[in-house]
């Protein structure tokens, strides 16, 4: 059974994590994927921020026109030229191969990037598998069950992958964002707001 875990502490601890988080950042464009409801664009809007909200389904974007409203995979979006990338409610609907994917183009694009998330732990919010190790990194299984017609849930994907915390740290630092802020204390008993900073670009010698 799919525990449901949005209470209003909750959703009030999230909002006051996200505002604490946009406070640090001088507003300038910013990209919210997986925008859903688009709560968290219009409090980035509300801030000050040019926000572009991407969503593979749109049934949930509101009317709000100070936002550019975009219905696309999360994963073919263009992140050229962003300040800071948001992942907030994404990350745990992804597979491993589409987070090192995703965390490669936003390494590429050289900044922030904002992931709230689950973690795997042994004592879940929501039903896990087992442990299991995939593309090297350890975690747990989440059965997207219902991902066509739930709003909340992945799209075109039947299972997502949680790594474990450590190992989502692992995950980060190879793949471009050797730091990172964990907010604390922490949403849920495993979930929470990291703040990942992207590590140096590689520039050519000329040689």
């Not at 525990?3 to 950042?25: E, G, Y």
């Not at 790594?163 to 692992?170: G, I």
């Not at 495993?190 to 140096?200: S, V």
Request: net charge negative.
């Amino acid at each position: 059974m799919r525990k449901r875990n949005t209470t209003p502490a909750i959703s009030a601890r999230r909002h006051q994590v996200f505002d604490a988080v946009l406070s640090t950042f001088q507003p300038g464009r910013l990209v919210d994927l997986g925008a859903g409801h688009g709560g968290y664009a219009r409090r980035a809007a509300d801030a000050g921020w040019t926000v572009t909200a991407v969503d593979a389904r749109d049934d949930r974007f509101p009317d709000d026109s100070r936002i550019t409203w975009i219905k696309q995979d999360v994963r073919e979006f263009d992140l050229t030229g962003f300040d800071l990338v948001l992942c907030l409610g994404l990350w745990y609907h992804l597979t491993v191969d589409d987070q090192m994917s995703l965390l490669i183009k936003m390494a590429r694009n050289g900044s922030p990037v904002v992931i709230d998330t689950h973690v795997a732990t042994d004592n879940p919010t929501f039903k896990l598998s087992d442990p299991v190790v995939q593309n090297g990194y350890t975690g747990r299984l989440y059965n997207e069950k219902g991902w066509k017609t739930r709003l909340t849930a992945s799209w075109n994907n039947t299972e997502s992958f949680w790594p474990a915390e450590d190992e989502f740290y692992r995950m980060l630092a190879e793949h471009g964002f050797p730091v990172v802020f964990a907010a604390t204390p922490w949403v849920t008993r495993d979930r929470t707001f990291f703040l990942c900073a992207p590590g140096p670009q590689q520039e050519s010698t000329g040689e």
